[in-house]
């Protein structure tokens, strides 16, 4: 390796983590009840396994074609009187956000992975906003001043304890380390219940998007994203271009394998978002901004992806759901969570940095901390090889491109 | 790109095998040894391929014992592996350190291969050895990304098997066997020789033997990576230990068969991350202890590497590492 010195600071990053024995506690926790959960939800809709094949069929046909469903989906949207936007890069995408946003505007976010990808709270930050992470997991490692370490679990790694110290300091309310999670909670929940209905702006990703109608489909289970895209005025959502599939029926049918992989029987919510609220109920006359957004402006992030999705091998990256199941499988994310990872995760982490970010000494480092044990292809609802692709990314850091 | 991406510890085993046909750069004859009281034949259509792993795997246990201490340490592992080459190329040998591990009854570990040989002479089979004239697969060359050099190297051991009149080759190191049995038709036009895991042979064959353990144990059973995930062997290795009268197979709930847990080591990992390596090898040994075992049965040299000092830095007495082949062995003789 010629800059050594990156893969050395990089291996020490994870042997620290590895020797970090707060952080094996929180995934020894979190691994035994993901792999319970998971096989309770499996056994009990045991239709999901055959429903993920057919959901790596959508994929496979969907994402040669992410161009024109995204050309599709944004004539949806403005059909519904939204606003739909294409982002070659995550700058440009950073730009059309910001220029909505403004300056001095109070932001409540719902968790996004595509927003950690290019900066977003950061961004925003830095341009005089206050941003405000409502997904509790998100929210910790906001305050904690980390960076998430999991999909869908940000803050994996930090132990009740942690989080009861964190808590009490920021919330100028004393709460014991053996305190309930339930308290830990609720404090969340007082700290952050008015950002709700100040907040000028809401910000979400989306789990999936059906282009035939511009919908958005969004899973979760606290509830702070219906909050985030329904109380302020305006809605923004940013999506990967790789999230976009043909029709509703095809991103039910993503949505559906991507939350029982992900542990849940059914979460408790999912919200589909088409376009602005409105109503026509005074003398028929449409009005936009009902109870709900007046403006609803979705941002497609290309960002590599359409570059990424001509490698025949490295391609089944974008097939990812994001289910997270995948982690809790390998056994090097077991004891060093998201520090083997850049902005994904273990193997596809690697393909990532190498191909989206062209960081070819991090993609290195992540491409020879995978075991190619190949325990995270045997879960993957969409089978992704991430061993043959590990191999294939080997190879083209050893080797170079060919032309 | 270029191949200062790959880490040194790869670039050394690479080294190795381009200029001596081993992950080590030892002398062949040091590999070969094992065998010399077998008296196998060395030109047969049916060959045994021994492969690198079981047959230094002396000489990896004190290499990796090195790596890891140094890997503790501020040093890091990186240079010296850098310095392994440079010392190579000076012509002082690390090799000379191996061939005195040897001397000091090393041999004791090639035992698997021994095993596997007599379990098949009593199956009916009776395999070649091309003993310093068997090339290697390879393996870690595919692994580190190196295809080219992996498909050059796969070309010629085709052609060395060929002009050795062998038609068919029984595998047993599971990183060896997926590569000619996998592998090696990827980049060798018209391959035509019959690769088989010797886990498949015996399995087949075992129902019509008589099979005792000489005492009553608990057995458990982990999974290669390459032979459950890559290979599909997953029945054949619980088969065979079910027939041995004696052994109560004890399993893990949750991490057996496609979903057993890597023992840390593998496709060159160790050499790269020593430490981490370590600390996975303790983690799959926790695990497997959950069953209380007396015995752990692999079948893979580096498995059995990784479990015997996962065992060691738990410090755990009264469990033994045995390779599936040492167990029928015993039994077949009792």
Redesign the interface.
């Known amino acids: 390796m010629n800059k050594s010195s990156d893969f050395k600071s990089y291996k020490k990053e994870i042997m620290g983590a590895a020797h970090d024995d707060r952080l094996r506690l929180a995934l020894s926790r979190a691994v035994k009840s993901f792999r319970s959960n998971v096989k309770n939800a499996l056994e009990k809709f045991p239709h999901t396994v055959a429903l993920a094949d057919e959901v790596l069929k959508i994929k496979e046909k969907a994402i040669p074609e992410m161009e024109k469903l995204t050309r599709q989906a944004i004539a949806s949207i403005e059909e519904n009187h939204g606003k739909g936007y294409i982002a070659g890069t995550a700058e440009e995408a950073l730009d059309i956000i910001s220029s909505l946003v403004g300056t001095k505007k109070l932001i409540v976010k719902g968790k996004s992975m595509t927003g950690e990808e290019i900066g977003l709270r950061e961004h925003l930050e830095a341009k005089g906003n206050e941003v405000y992470e409502t997904d509790l997991g998100e929210f910790i490692i906001q305050k904690m001043g980390s960076r998430p370490m999991h999909i869908l679990s940000p803050s994996i790694h930090v132990p009740r304890e942690d989080v009861a110290r964190l808590f009490s300091k920021i919330m100028g309310q004393e709460i014991a380390p053996d305190a309930d999670i339930a308290d830990m909670v609720a404090a969340a929940r007082e700290y952050l219940r008015d950002k709700f209905f100040r907040a000028d702006i809401g910000i979400s990703g989306a789990n999936v998007v059906a282009a035939e109608t511009g919908t958005l489909f969004i899973i979760e289970n606290e509830g702070n994203i219906r909050l985030s895209t329904s109380a302020p005025p305006v809605h923004i959502a940013l999506v990967g271009m790789e999230k976009l599939v043909p029709t509703l029926s095809d991103a039910y049918k993503v949505s559906e394998v991507t939350w029982r992989y992900a542990n849940y029987t059914v979460p408790a919510y999912v919200s589909l978002i088409s376009g602005p609220s409105k109503t026509g109920d005074i003398e028929k006359v449409t009005t936009y901004g009902a109870h709900g957004p007046r403006e609803f402006h979705v941002i497609f992030l290309d960002g590599g992806r359409t570059r990424l999705a001509k490698y025949p091998r490295l391609r089944q990256t974008l097939y990812c759901l994001r289910c997270g199941a995948c982690l809790y499988e390998c056994p090097v994310f077991a004891v060093t969570a998201g520090h083997f990872g850049d902005k994904y995760f273990t193997g596809i982490g690697a393909v990532w940095a190498a191909i989206v970010n062209k960081d070819l000494e991090k993609a290195a480092s992540l491409a020879y901390t995978c075991l190619t044990c190949g325990r995270c292809r045997q879960r993957c609802p969409v089978k992704i090889d991430v061993p043959e692709m590990i191999i294939e990314l080997r190879k083209l850091l050893a080797e170079g491109e060919k032309a | 790109?270029?191949?200062?991406?790959?880490?040194?510890g790869?670039t050394y085993l690479a080294d190795n095998i381009i200029t001596r046909q081993n992950i080590l750069g030892v002398t062949k004859e040091q590999g070969a040894r094992w065998a010399r009281k077998l008296k196998l034949p060395r030109q047969a259509e049916t060959i045994f391929f021994a492969g690198c792993g079981y047959q230094y795997s002396a000489q990896l246990e004190v290499l990796m014992s090195l790596v890891r201490g140094i890997d503790k340490s501020v040093i890091?592992s990186?240079l010296p592996m850098r310095f392994a080459r440079f010392q190579k190329k000076l012509g002082l040998n690390l090799p000379g350190i191996y061939s005195n591990i040897l001397s000091r009854g090393g041999e004791t570990e090639v035992k698997p291969l021994e095993a596997a040989v007599k379990v098949l002479r009593n199956l009916g089979i009776q395999p070649g050895y091309l003993a310093e004239d068997e090339p290697c697969c390879g393996a870690p060359l595919?692994?580190?990304?190196?295809?080219?050099k992996f498909a050059e190297n796969a070309r010629q051991a085709y052609r060395t098997l060929k002009s050795s009149g062998v038609k068919r080759v029984i595998g047993i190191v599971p990183y060896c066997t997926h590569a000619l049995w996998k592998l090696f038709p990827l980049y060798v036009d018209s391959y035509d020789l019959e690769v088989r895991h010797f886990l498949e042979i015996v399995a087949e064959k075992i129902s019509s033997f008589k099979l005792r353990f000489p005492r009553k144990v608990r057995v458990t059973y982990h999974d290669p990576?390459q032979l459950v995930?890559?290979m599909s062997l997953i029945e054949e290795p619980r088969r065979i230990l079910r027939a041995i009268e004696g052994i109560e197979l004890v399993e893990t709930d949750?991490t057996k068969g496609?979903?057993?847990?890597?023992c840390?080591g593998?496709?060159g990992?160790e050499t790269?991350?020593p430490?981490?390596s370590q600390?996975?090898a303790v983690?799959?040994v926790s695990e497997l202890l959950e069953t209380r075992p007396d015995i752990i049965v692999t079948h893979c040299p580096g498995c059995i590497m990784q479990l015997k000092d996962g065992l060691r830095q738990l410090k755990v007495d009264g469990v033994e590492v045995l390779d599936l082949s040492q167990v029928v062995a015993t039994a077949m003789e009792s």
């Not at chain 2, 790109?1 to 040194?8: C, K, Q, T, W």
């Not at chain 2, 595919?142 to 080219?148: D, E, I």
């Not at chain 2, 496609?258 to 890597?262: G, I, P, R």
């Open positions: 790109m270029g191949s200062e991406l790959v880490p040194p790869l890091g990186e595919h692994h580190a990304g190196l295809q080219t990576c995930r890559f949750w496609e979903w057993a847990t890597c840390g593998g496709g990992f790269v991350f430490e981490l600390v996975l983690n799959r």
